[in-house]
């Protein structure tokens, strides 16, 4: 079955530690995107990607880093310059940003939970 | 700058009661508009989109939604809610940056159906 799968579901670190969220997709979309959820906040874009090799800030990348170096996957590193790093994180894939589509869909996984002791 | 407002945090319905959730944009251009669902601990599953064309957008699970350019508005309707659409619901408007398209989301409205 296609679709973007996350993991892990959950994940604990404590405080000072860096940690890194994996993101895969066999959709063989060229966008990937990821986004923090926190409660009564929405969706927050962290990074997108629009292809290999080459990748955007968001509206809050501060304290993330990220790659892409290949089609399929896009992981998130979660540093210790992020003051608040407990939240729900979700990734994202569309087909294309090229050509200026905004109507492509995106695609979401199932999502990390990550918690900060 | 765009942005996407949903007025109700949380919205309590009966099953088989008739739903409307709301949603406000603010966008200069031409808005690309969707609707996502959340199940509790889940990502998100899109519902339907409007881009052009007839202002009135069939979608999932038997949901709906109006676009009114005059209202600023794209409200998601169902006839009559099932226990299963409790849930959070997201509206979310597309837009175009230089090269790149992204999506705004509103704060969600959260569902809940009430037997």
Request: net charge positive; hydrophobic share 30%.
């Given at each position: ?6 993991s ?5 670190r ?8 994996s993101c895969?997709q ?5 966008a ?12 927050r874009?962290i990074?997108?990607s ?17 790659s892409r170096?290949?089609?399929?996957s896009?992981?998130l ?6 003051k608040?790093?407990?939240a ?6 569309s ?8 109507t ?8 990390t ?5 | 700058a765009q ?6 945090i949380?919205i309590?319905?009966s099953?088989?009661a ?8 603010s ?7 969707f ?11 899109l ?26 508005s ?7 809610v ?34």
């Amino acid at each position: 079955d296609g679709g973007i799968t996350q993991s892990p579901k959950y994940l604990f670190r404590k405080e000072g530690q860096n940690v890194t969220l994996s993101c895969e997709q066999n959709l063989n979309h060229d966008a990937m995107y990821w986004y923090r959820q926190d409660p009564g906040q929405g969706l927050r874009l962290i990074y997108y990607s629009q292809i290999v090799n080459d990748f955007q800030k968001g509206d809050i990348a501060e304290g993330y880093s990220v790659s892409r170096e290949k089609k399929e996957s896009f992981p998130l590193t979660v540093t210790s310059a992020q003051k608040n790093p407990t939240a729900f994180y979700l990734c994202a894939s569309s087909m294309s940003l090229r050509g200026h589509r905004p109507t492509d869909t995106q695609y979401f996984g199932p999502g990390t939970r990550l918690t900060v002791l | 700058a765009q942005s996407v407002t949903q007025p109700d945090i949380h919205i309590t319905v009966s099953e088989g009661a008739s739903l409307e959730l709301r949603c406000n944009y603010s966008y200069g251009a031409t808005p690309y508009l969707f609707w996502y669902v959340q199940s509790p601990g889940q990502g998100l599953q899109l519902l339907l989109k409007y881009f052009s064309g007839d202002t009135l957008v069939q979608g999932i699970k038997g949901f709906e939604a109006e676009f009114k350019r005059s209202q600023s508005s794209f409200n998601l309707r169902k006839p009559s809610v099932h226990w299963s659409d409790a849930a959070e619901y997201f509206c979310a408007v597309g837009r175009v940056t230089g090269t790149a398209s992204k999506l705004t989301f509103g704060t969600g409205t959260r569902l809940q159906v009430t037997l």
